[in-house]
Every structure is written in C-alpha cells, then in structure tokens.
C-alpha cells in the first residue's frame, strides 16, 4: 500500500492543470478550467478541471477523478505505473517497497522483449536471411537511411528463430507469450508469430517499441498482420510514427493508409504523415490526433474502399473537433506510387490544392447523378440538402449553398425550404425520443445514464449522494452518521463502495481527498464521487440535513414486498400501515 504522506507530498508537487493541459487545451471558467474531452467525442467542452479539489469531471461522459486517474486513462496504466510517472513528472522519488508492481514488472519486461525483438529483427534484415526482403524495400524505393530511421526489419520465415533468441537472452516463456510476439501450441511448445514477413516496428510517444506490424513477402496467410493487444499496446489507441510527426514543425497531420505510405511520404521530406494500425480509424485515435493539430489532412488510397474510409474519418474528425482536408490523388493508387511517378514537388503542390471535407463529400454526391437531367438534378439536390442540414456554420452553408445554385440554376430559396423541412423533421424526431427516454439522472452526473442499479433506485440514490457529499465536507460527521446508519444499508453498490471507504478512512484518521482515494475505488466509483463533487448540489451540509437524507434512505430498508405483507398476521399487518401513515404526516 502506498503512504498517505507519499500521496500527499505527490499531491503537493503537481497541479492537474499542468498535468491535464499536456494533453487537454484547457480555457479558464471562472475558477475553474474547461476543454474538450480527451475519453469520448464531443465538439463543446464539457470536461471540467477543478483546481481547488486537484480533480477533474466529464459532464458528456462521466468520466471523473484525481491526476492519477486522468493518467491511467489516457496512458493507459494502472495504478502504480500512474504514480510512478506522475512522480517522475515531478522529480518525487517512489518508496518502492511500498508499490505492489506484478503489472508494471510484465509491462517493463514487455517492452524489453520488444526491443530486443525489434533488434533481432533488424539484424536479420541486414544480413544474409533477409537479403530478399532487403531488395524488396530498396526495390519500393526505400533508402538504407530510411530503413534505419524507421527501424525495418524481417521476421525469418521459420517457427523458432525469435523464441530460441530471446531464450538466449533470458526470457521466460510466459512473458514471451504475454508480449504477443509468440504463441504457443496445444502441445505447449512456443512459435513465431510474425514469420516470413518484413517487420514495421510501432514505436509510442515514449520511445518504446509496443507492437509490430509485418508484411508478407509472399502468397501465404494475410497480405498484412499486426500485433494483436498486449499490456503494453492497444491497437485502437496508438498510431503508426506519431513519435516521428508529433515533432514537425507543419500545421498539420496528413493521415495515410499504411505503413509503406506513411513511410514514403516521411521519406520525401514530409514528416507530419502517420497511419492507423490495420484497423479503420477510432474514435480514440481521432482523440490523439486532435491534441497535436486541428487540422488533418486524409491521404487515403484512391479506390472505392479508400474513398468510404475517408468518408467514415471525416464524421469521427468531425465529432472531436479536428478540421478535415482531403487529399486527391490523381492518377495514382496511394501517396507510394504517386511520390514514385511524380516526385515530391508535385506531392508538395497537391496538400496545397487539397479540397476540404464538405468539398469532397458534395463532389462524391454529384458524381452519383447526372445534373443535366431533371430527376438526376432533383435526386442530387435531395441528397445536397441532407449534406447542408448538418452543417452547423450558417455561412458555411449559405456559400455551398449559393454556389451549388446557381451552377444548377435553382433558386436558392429552394434549396433552404428542404434544409429547413429536414432539421425540423430531425428535430421533432429528436424531441420524440428524449421523451421517451427513461434514462433520468439528477446533478448532471453522466455516468448514471449506464448504471441501471442508480435508475431503479433513484430517490436513495440521489440521497446516498448527499451523504457522501455531506461527509466528504464534514469528516467529523461520520461518527454522527454511523450511530444512524450503516454504511451496507447503502442501496446502490457504488455509493455503497464509496461511503464505506469513506467511513474507513475517517476512522482511521486518513485522508479522504480524490487522489488519497484513487487508489482504493473502482474506475466507476471514481467517476461517481467526482461527479458528486462537481455538480456540487449541496451549498450548506449540517446535520439536520444528513439525518433527512439518512431518513429517506432508511424508508428502503422499511419497504415490504408484496409476498412479505400477504404472508404478515392481522396484527403486524396494522402495524406496518400505521407506520406507512407516520412516514407521510
């Protein structure tokens, strides 16, 4: 377990704001700082950092807690490693002994079976075993710098070359397994994942080398394979040389498709390009990009499939924030073969020309219709008009929508009236389905709308919050407040969790501050006790209003059900309605 005092001298060398605004653009609100979430999508800030508590709260998604917390979400830690690096963050020395770290020791022996797996792999590439695969990349137009500087490699194509390497070099055979970098077989034996292929080693923003990503130098299995997850890598939570272009001086990130792209354009003098790892583009990787540019430009594959996973990027960009370009690439597949034909100059001159997202999603609808005819004009001003209605900018809208009217000669009245029929029909369609929603939460605390136990038990829910509030503001209260009630009576499991360690620490004399409780409460309980600190619903806590609260909590312990009052004699009978008449007069 890790000392209080350790926790408090951490506290008192780091501000969340320092800590948030490394990843978080934050504004300031009054006395308190505003951003936009870096744990879902949203385009107004409703990620709220509260300096006086060191904590911080997602009104949008619910998520909540101390700097720790922060730290193991975004990074993807648990909680030793989170204290660790905020502590290094702050040049605060670890007591060691303390931290219970299995998680951080595989983590770390992880990442030195990648390195030495990326090393190995390198090697065979240089020498006479992955002389083929070395062609193949000089063959592609790769240079031996570029070859080093991404680190390129070549798996041997046999089952145990890499497993009797690392067993060389000391590693045991379940951390090989856990690295993902071997499997193993029914009979026990461990093999080679990655065989016969040429290795593209993922680096993160750190330095380390988390995952690989292999091509196949011939027909068998897939073209491509890549690292699956592992305790070190998530695959939809990193991006391919974003070590590399989170550096560049340009204004902006160019979004490839693979991996020989992103290494061709870096190669051509452009060192801004990164690439999603085998997988469509998420939500969180949108989220990464948006914390070193505003401004993407997508450089996908020109065929059908690239032109549909620009469109699908361009409505996640869109939802966090990030301004979309598109980049066309004419007589070309893919920014490889373009940079091969027509050199850099020509690359350099088309980011330049590139045509922005509402740009490329109307050309795309009118590629669809012939607008010389009249049902092909009509079919293509239905689907312009969908487009229109979620612009948000009005004059982004007035000037796509003057222009594309007088170039199909319509009125542009026209074209309003469908617009505005449209969002009125969105809009009532939306008013329809919030009424029906019986999602209901009090406080503004997001993340009840996903606890089905807060919404079932609503009224003792809100008022299990105001205890907790209570006491969080009036520790001396708690004996108080177990003398009246106690803590297992709670009706909602995550209150109960809360108020229990609560009632504990207090007990103990130990602090009940966000960061000295991150350590002992679930993520979900962390995001709770944070949201009831933020919305802040109680302006004054005295003990008259925590026995209220404690009263109506009580009322659930006193319920019957219907199988109970059926099964009560005449006698208990009465005596349970004259205590139901007390309770309301």
């Not at 070359?161 to 029914?186: N, P, Q, Y």
């Not at 079919?379 to 009217?405: C, G, H, Q, W």
């Amino acid at each position: 377990m890790i000392p209080d005092s350790f926790i408090q001298d951490l506290k008192a060398s780091c501000d969340i704001e320092d800590i948030v605004s490394g990843y978080v653009k934050l504004t300031r609100k009054g006395k308190n700082l505003v951003g936009l979430c870096p744990f879902h999508s949203e385009k107004t800030g409703s990620f709220f950092i509260y300096p006086q508590t060191q904590s911080f709260y997602c009104f949008g998604c619910g998520a909540g807690g101390d700097t720790i917390s922060f730290l193991k979400r975004i990074e993807n830690l648990d909680y030793a490693e989170a204290v660790r690096l905020l502590a290094q963050k702050a040049g605060v020395p670890v007591p060691e002994d303390s931290m219970d770290d299995s998680g951080a020791r595989l983590k770390a022996r992880t990442l030195e079976i990648n390195r030495e797996t990326a090393r190995f792999y390198h090697q065979c590439l240089v020498s006479d075993v992955g002389k083929d695969a070395y062609r193949y990349l000089i063959e592609r137009g790769r240079t031996p710098k570029i070859i080093r500087r991404f680190g390129l490699g070549y798996a041997p194509d046999d089952w145990n070359s890499l497993v009797d390497h690392l067993k060389s070099k000391g590693f045991r055979e379940e951390e090989m397994v856990a690295s993902g970098i071997c499997g193993r077989t029914k009979k026990g034996g461990l093999y080679d994942r990655f065989r016969g292929r040429v290795i593209f080693p993922i680096i993160d923003l750190r330095g380390n080398v988390v995952a690989f990503g292999g091509r196949a130098m011939g027909e068998r299995g897939p073209k491509y394979l890549n690292s699956s997850d592992t305790p070190v890598f998530k695959k939809s939570k990193n991006l391919f040389a974003l070590n590399f272009a989170k550096a560049s001086k340009a204004p902006n990130l160019i979004l490839a498709e693979g991996y020989m792209d992103v290494i061709a354009i870096h190669q051509a003098g452009f060192d801004n390009a990164v690439a999603t790892l085998g997988t469509s583009l998420t939500e969180e990787q949108a989220r990464i990009i948006a914390q070193y540019t505003d401004t993407i430009i997508i450089a996908y594959d020109s065929d059908n499939a690239g032109q549909a996973a620009t469109k699908r990027a361009i409505n996640i960009f869109s939802e966090v924030g990030v301004k979309v370009n598109v980049l066309t690439i004419p007589d070309a597949k893919d920014p490889d073969e373009y940079l091969k034909k027509f050199g850099p100059e020509r690359f350099q001159m088309l980011l330049e020309g590139c045509t922005n997202a509402l740009e490329f999603e109307i050309a795309k609808i009118r590629n669809k219709y012939d607008v010389s005819t009249a049902d092909g004009k009509v079919s293509f001003l239905k689907d312009f008009a969908r487009l229109l209605a979620d612009i948000r900018n009005p004059l982004e809208r007035e000037v796509y929508l003057t222009k594309t009217a007088e170039e199909l000669g319509v009125a542009p009245a026209a074209i309003t009236a469908q617009i505005n029929s449209i969002q009125k029909g969105r809009k009532n369609a939306q008013a329809k389905k919030e009424k029906n929603d019986t999602s209901i939460y009090i406080g503004d605390i997001a993340s009840v709308r996903k606890d089905m136990d807060r919404k079932r038990n609503l009224k003792y829910a809100v008022a299990e919050e105001h205890i907790i509030e209570i006491l969080m503001k009036n520790p001396d209260y708690v004996p108080h407040f177990i003398k009246q009630c106690a803590p297992s009576e709670f009706v909602t499991e995550v209150n109960r969790e809360i108020v229990t360690l609560l009632c504990d620490r207090i007990q103990a004399h130990r602090s009940v501050e966000p960061m000295a409780l991150s350590a002992d409460l679930s993520e979900e309980a962390m995001d709770r006790l944070s949201g009831i600190l933020a919305s802040e619903t109680i302006q004054r806590a005295d003990r008259t209003q925590l026995d209220e609260y404690i009263r109506i909590l009580k009322e659930h312990g006193q319920q019957r059900s219907e199988q109970e009052i059926r099964d009560m004699d005449p006698d208990e009978y009465l005596r349970y309605v004259e205590s139901l008449k007390a309770r309301k007069s």
